[in-house]
């Protein structure tokens, strides 16, 4: 028996298992990001049906719609140069990198050069969640293993301070 009344209790539910509800605007935008990155990557879909599709996609209105279209136009267009910042943490050619975890890398070469509100550190954690939910049975161990170096590289200055 505990001493703790049953409102000091954590929590039963744990953090992988929260509900959709928890997560953030900012989340749900990576997470419809690397839906349409696929798209991108695999179909060579036009960027304008991609974005028109995902946009209609259930739970979408819940997603921050101008981080979303950042990390789509800006993955989309620059995905040369981030790729080109990229590849010098991987193991193997980016064209030998699946799809999904490809795109996770663009998502996260691009936040860490365009979007410096973002931390660092929240950087790593979304692109290993999203390799996590998207990705591979030990895609979030690669992902990591490529998004820290690179975050390193990008954000010398905020790497050093945590």
């Given at each position: 028996m505990t001493d703790q009344a049953p409102s000091d209790r954590a929590p039963a539910t744990p953090k992988a298992m929260r509900k959709a509800s928890d997560k953030s605007g900012r989340t749900r935008a990576r997470e419809f990001a690397v839906q349409a990155l696929y798209q991108h990557l695999v179909g060579q879909n036009p960027i304008a049906h991609i974005e028109t599709f995902t946009r209609d996609l259930t739970g979408f209105h819940k997603a921050d719609a101008v981080h979303f279209d950042a990390l789509l136009t800006g993955c989309?267009?620059?995905?040369?140069?981030?790729?080109?910042?990229?590849?010098?943490?991987?193991?193997?050619?980016?064209?030998?990198?699946?799809?999904?975890?490809?795109?996770?890398?663009?998502?996260?070469?691009?936040?860490?050069?365009?979007?410096?509100?973002?931390?660092?550190?929240?950087?790593?954690?979304?692109?290993?969640?999203?390799?996590?939910s998207f990705g591979g049975t030990d895609g979030h161990k690669f992902i990591n293993g490529v998004v820290h170096p690179l975050g390193q590289q990008l954000r010398p200055v905020e790497a050093k301070a945590s």
């Open positions: 989309t267009q620059d995905q040369s140069e981030l790729e080109t910042l990229i590849a010098p943490y991987l193991d193997r050619d980016i064209a030998h990198v699946s799809p999904i975890e490809r795109g996770i890398l663009l998502i996260a070469a691009f936040e860490f050069k365009q979007c410096l509100d973002v931390p660092l550190r929240v950087v790593i954690n979304e692109c290993i969640e999203l390799a996590k």
